[in-house]
């Protein structure tokens, strides 16, 4: 099968070699020149025979509306848009419907597995309808692992990006649960070496994932983790599920707290913690430092 494929960055390269070593056929643009096989995307079109799949895989928001907007008007009916970016699901229905008078299909995909999918496999969550979602299936078989899992047609427009979206709020909630223990650890009299009962927990214990391997491979590289700053940055999935929580009245305590820690960590000195300490000082004498 043939695929155009926009972007390829750490996640996009990397899906345009495992799809070939499948068998299929790849034509990629990229704004570095040195990493596209042509110059723009009217090109990339024409490299295409009709029906096309053409799959955007840059930022989320003006980049992949814009890349949208043009490939609208360079596509034919019959053809095919998939966006793997990490959009927000509310983008999606309106996107399908701008494309319907064009007799454009579109599909959501949310796709995980970052740097490693390359050898490792995708996991692809995909919204849109079930017989153009049966179209692109040879590309999805080419990225999702080997085997059972992997690959799920989560439902409409929207759907594979909402699920994404509660993926990476689930991820935020077990990193943050990951780094609390990690930090009991360290802070501990009696524990020794702390890497070391990480990498105990990789086999046999019911935290082992892979974020724990991980983990691991990070206190290899840096035992103490010395090298790193405190400082944490969040794409937007995690607010959105928090979003979604409330909008649902879910009760999310965990991943609420594994976003709101994440804005703590960008503060040199915490005002909120400023208030508790003076209040503490205020009503009971308690000791302030300065």
């Known amino acids: 099968m043939q695929l155009g494929l926009i972007g390829l960055g750490r996640m996009g390269g990397n899906m345009r070699d495992r799809i070939r070593a499948a068998g299929h056929e790849v034509v990629g643009y990229d704004h570095h020149p040195e990493n596209s096989d042509v110059a723009n995307l009217a090109e990339l079109v024409s490299k295409l025979t009709a029906p096309r799949a053409i799959w955007t895989m840059v930022p989320a928001g003006k980049i992949t509306e814009g890349a949208i907007t043009e490939l609208a008007g ?34 959501d995909v949310g796709v995980s597995g970052g740097i490693w999918g390359k050898d490792n496999g995708y996991a692809l969550m995909v919204g849109g309808d079930a017989e153009i979602v049966a179209k692109v299936q040879p590309i999805f078989d080419a990225l999702k692992p080997a085997g059972d899992f992997g690959f799920a047609h989560a439902g409409t427009h929207g759907a594979g990006h ?32 702390v890497p070391a009962v990480i990498k105990s927990w990789r086999e046999g214990s019911v935290v082992k994932s892979w974020l724990l391997d991980l983990l691991d491979r990070a206190l290899d590289e840096d035992p103490t983790l010395s090298n790193l700053k405190g400082y944490v940055d969040d794409t937007g999935e995690g607010r959105w599920t928090v979003d979604e ?43 302030v430092k300065r």
């Open 74 to 107: 360079l596509l034919e009916p019959g053809d095919i848009i998939i966006d793997g970016g990490n959009s927000k699901f509310t983008d999606d229905a309106p996107r399908a419907e701008r494309l319907k008078p064009k007799g454009i299909h579109y599909l």
């Open 162 to 193: 909402y699920a994404k979206m509660i993926h990476n709020g689930i991820e935020y909630g077990m990193m943050q649960a990951y780094g609390e223990g990690y930090e009991i650890l360290i802070a501990s009299e009696l524990v020794h070496n």
């Open 245 to 287: 929580a409330i909008r649902l009245a879910v009760p999310a305590h965990v991943l609420a707290a594994s976003i709101f820690t994440r804005f703590e960590s960008r503060q040199d000195d915490s005002p909120a913690m400023k208030a508790v300490a003076a209040l503490r000082q205020q009503f009971g004498g308690h000791a």
